[in-house]
């Protein structure tokens, strides 16, 4: 472990290109425990934990466009050059972000189970993010994620994602849930015209996942899992990565 400008970095491996794994809003770097095993027998991979979660500093305020610089940051730290950049839920955003301001650096991008652009959701579900988290406490906030947890998560899921979610910063969950509508990922995705990839849980239709952005290749969704199919069924998920990544 090391850290870079209050960043707790995870850093290991090495061969073929690297890779860079995003965690979600009110998760940790640990998510990624057995996709940073599997990859790191033949490559190097990172992450990390975003400022304002795990043990990373928080920030005065918190944005897509700070969390964006964060990862220019660590990579450039690292002396990475060209790199897969993984990101789960929220990050999302943050590979669209990162993919439209520096798509020279990246070799491919991959989407799991992630957001992809809700700036056309209708009004009332963006005032619905900018409004409805406001005064979180620590009690409504188990209560959201217990919630997206779901009757799919594994136990051990369970007690992994509320014991990180209790550890984030209340005003990073609430002020980067209100950008989700605000933030034009299409466009800035369309930047990048290298490989994109979409790996979901088995899940109903949703218009903001990433799995709908233009230029985005759809893989087979894995079955039984929470929206944290990285916990859930990590196998599963590194064959998954293992079929995109080169």
């Known amino acids: ?75 450039t730290a690292l002396g990475i050059g060209r790199f897969w950049l993984v990101g789960h839920s929220f990050s999302g955003l943050i590979v669209s972000s990162y ?44 209560e959201a994620y217990e919630k997206m947890l779901g009757p799919k998560a594994k136990p051990e899921t369970r007690r992994r994602i509320l014991a ?12 980067l849930r209100g950008q989700m509508g605000d933030f034009h990922a299409a466009d800035a995705v369309a930047r990048f015209p290298g490989p994109k990839f979409a790996i979901e849980a088995e899940a109903p239709p949703n218009p903001v996942t990433a799995s709908r952005l233009p230029g985005v290749q759809n893989r087979p969704p894995i079955p039984g899992v929470s929206h944290w199919l990285m916990l859930d069924d990590p196998a599963a998920l590194n064959a998954a990565l293992d079929e995109v990544i080169k």
């Open 1 to 75: 472990m090391t850290r870079i400008d209050g960043l707790h970095v995870s850093d290991g491996g090495s061969g073929g290109v690297p890779v860079v794994f995003l965690h979600g809003l009110g998760s940790d770097a640990s998510c990624w425990d057995a996709q940073l095993t599997h990859f790191r027998a033949t490559r190097r991979a990172v992450a990390y934990d975003a400022r304002g979660h795990g043990q990373s500093d928080r920030a005065r305020e918190y944005t897509i466009a700070g969390l964006t610089e964060d990862l220019d940051r660590v990579v």
């Open 99 to 142: 993919a439209g301001q520096h798509p020279e650096k990246l070799a491919g991008l991959v989407y799991v189970d992630a957001v992809g652009d809700a700036s056309g959701a209708p009004a009332e579900v963006k005032e619905y993010f900018r409004k409805h988290d406001e005064g979180m406490t620590p009690e409504r906030l188990q």
């Open 164 to 175: 990180s979610a209790a550890r984030l910063d209340l005003p990073a969950f609430a002020s």
